[in-house]
């Protein structure tokens, strides 16, 4: 029986066409691309997984998505061939946008794939301030993909992607330009190029309840943890922030987000720990993933109690040296990004050799 749902994350190509200051990549990233093979060896997994949980949305991401290629084939046929699997209600693909300013080329690319597939591409274009592509009277390529959405048969609905520092009126801006258009809120985080604009990411201190650090993303932190986490929004102010943290991360899908780009990995904060690899594309069992979460008790237990509370549980069993690591997460001079609804206070954990201990892994 079907009784949970997962969202894997497909990664095609860590390359980019760009190069944003505040990357989430690194300049030093070694590049891949997933193959064809191991594209079909996914699917194959994708099926396994399809089994035991609900596929709601497939992301397939990058780098960026749009200028993968393999043994003749582009980014079109994937999303075509992951569609026709039968296995995902909604397939999305965020884009920086870059391919879609020529406006012939994004009129053949969804008129291809929307005379293949039966649902509506969720395509998010990518909006921010280091990204400069915003201009005084939008950007052009969404002006290209919230032109086409509007054709008759093109199946694809366009999302700006709004990724905001803590003083910041992009999202603002763009509201007046594109009224009509879904925006989708994310605070900027301090990972890949972006790891030296810590003060400028939104963030929270795990002490108290004040919320100004969040700054611009103020308002949207607080629809998603009444919206999702069930806090009322009359209690939102005076609610300690690290209760706050604790309800997103009960929301989200903590366990159940791989990562599949060359192997298969827990999450993307901790992908580049082999720790936390699930196994490699291709032959996945049924039991991957609840076997992975039996292996790993932190982790399991912040899907069920939320991360603060269970850290504070689990604290008995680190060593002094880890726990002194911990309280100091708590101290009212630190504060954690809030980027990824819990992920970046997760990977503060795993930094600070907390995670890794309390998973029988050695630290660092």
């Known amino acids: 029986m079907v009784n949970d749902q997962a969202y894997p994350a497909l990664q095609v190509t860590n390359r980019c066409n760009k ?14 691309d997933l193959t064809c093979a191991d594209f079909q060896n996914y699917l194959d ?33 994937l999303l075509i061939a992951l569609a026709a699997s039968g296995l995902i209600h909604l397939i999305t693909m ?26 509506p591409l969720i395509v998010g274009v990518s909006i921010a301030t280091y990204q400069e592509n915003l201009g005084e009277t939008g950007y052009i390529a969404l002006d290209n993909l919230v032109g086409l959405s509007r054709e ?24 007046k330009i594109y009224p009509q258009v879904l925006q989708r809120v994310t605070p900027l985080a301090p990972l890949g190029n972006a790891s030296d604009m810590r003060a400028l990411c939104p963030s929270l201190s795990l002490s108290g309840n004040d919320k100004t650090d969040l700054g611009a993303f103020l308002p949207y932190f607080r629809h998603d943890v009444c919206s999702k986490g069930g806090v009322p929004e009359s209690e939102f102010s005076d609610t300690p922030n690290a ?75 680190l060593s002094p040296q880890a726990r002194d690591r911990l309280e100091d997460l708590f101290a009212p001079s630190t504060t954690v990004s809030v980027a990824y609804r819990g992920c970046m206070l997760c990977k503060e954990l795993y ?14």
């Open 19 to 32: 190069q944003c200051a505040a990357c989430l990549r690194s300049a030093t990233t070694t590049y891949e």
């Open 45 to 77: 997994d994708l099926s396994v997984l399809a089994g035991r949980y609900r596929i709601q949305h497939q992301f397939v991401t990058g780098g960026e998505p749009t200028i993968w290629r393999d043994d003749g084939r582009d980014i079109k046929d």
């Open 94 to 119: 965020p884009t920086n946008g870059k391919v879609f300013e020529d406006p012939a080329f994004a009129r053949d690319f969804f008129t291809l794939v929307s005379n293949s597939i039966e649902r």
């Open 152 to 175: 008759p048969g093109i199946k694809m609905l366009p999302v700006i992607l709004v990724t905001l520092a803590r003083d910041d009126d992009t999202d603002a801006r763009l509201k």
């Open 243 to 317: 209760t706050l943290m604790d309800a997103l991360s009960r929301h989200n899908h903590c366990g159940l987000s791989p990562f599949i780009d060359e192997k298969w990995h827990y999450c993307l904060p901790l992908k580049d720990d082999a720790g936390y690899d699930l196994c490699g594309l291709g032959g996945l069992r049924p039991e991957t993933l609840s076997d992975f979460m039996a292996r790993v008790p932190g982790i399991a237990r912040m899907r069920s109690a939320g991360i603060v509370t269970a850290m504070r549980q689990l604290k008995g069993d």
């Open 351 to 364: 930094d600070r050799g907390v995670l890794r201990e309390l998973n029988g892994q050695d630290t660092p």
